[in-house]
């Protein structure tokens, strides 16, 4: 299967700051995607980026298919924005990345 | 649009018994359907994939004795943890994808305790 690196996976930002998390992956992947897990567990998708920039909001996001790697931006983070995030992606199954856990304290 | 839902969504069981989890596409048609099972801080880790009308596809290290998975319609899938010991004890979350997305949807996910 396809490996897929998070990184860092541990974060703690102060209320209003900026942050990039990164995705690698050891393969070509399609559908590759992003998605917010909430503390009570429900996973929120974010962008479906197979390729290019997409923006939404605070949070934009960035995938270079040909170097295999995806980056997340959060904007003037909130408290709300905690919990983890995961990229994911797979020719047909998706493949989930380790997490980056994301801490905003006010 | 694009919702899944998942029932139950916790549920405790006694050892030896089994465990039905239904999963449904509300609002479209999901030609495929993932079980994807999750411990505490960890990642999840996808269990099997199925198709609507097909038999499922598993990964590697997953009994497909033990955890049956059915496809009967585009719209449900059903998990079922068959003697549930405390071992399979995990929060269980499936996904759908439909005929003309490329998107995959998450329910909210089913807590299992085996007593």
């Keep these: ?106 | 649009g694009a919702v899944v839902s998942q029932h139950p969504s916790r549920v405790i069981c006694k050892s030896g018994t089994s465990v039905k989890i239904e999963c449904r596409s509300l609002d479209f048609q999901a030609t495929t359907m993932f079980w994807y099972r999750q411990f505490p801080k960890q990642s999840l880790m996808l269990m099997a994939t199925s198709n609507e009308g097909s038999k499922a596809t598993y990964e590697q290290g997953v009994e497909k004795d033990k955890f049956l998975i059915n496809h009967a319609s585009l719209t449900l899938s059903t998990l079922t943890v068959t003697s549930a010991h405390p071992e399979d004890s995990s929060f269980y979350i499936c996904s759908a994808r439909g005929i003309s997305r490329y998107e995959q949807y998450f329910g909210p996910g089913t807590r299992l305790t085996v007593t």
């Design chain 1, 1 to 106: 299967g396809i490996q897929v690196e998070q990184s860092p996976p541990d974060l703690i930002l102060q209320e209003g700051a900026n942050s990039t998390l990164r995705c690698n992956f050891s393969d070509s992947v399609n559908n590759l995607q992003w998605f917010h897990q909430n503390p009570w567990g429900q996973l929120i998708n974010l962008f479906y980026i197979p390729s290019g920039t997409k923006q939404n909001g605070r949070l934009s996001a960035t995938t270079v298919a040909t170097e295999r790697y995806s980056l997340l931006y959060i904007s003037s983070s909130q408290t709300t924005d905690s919990g983890v995030y995961f990229c994911t992606g797979g020719a047909n199954n998706l493949f989930f990345g380790t997490g980056t856990r994301l801490t905003v304290i006010p």
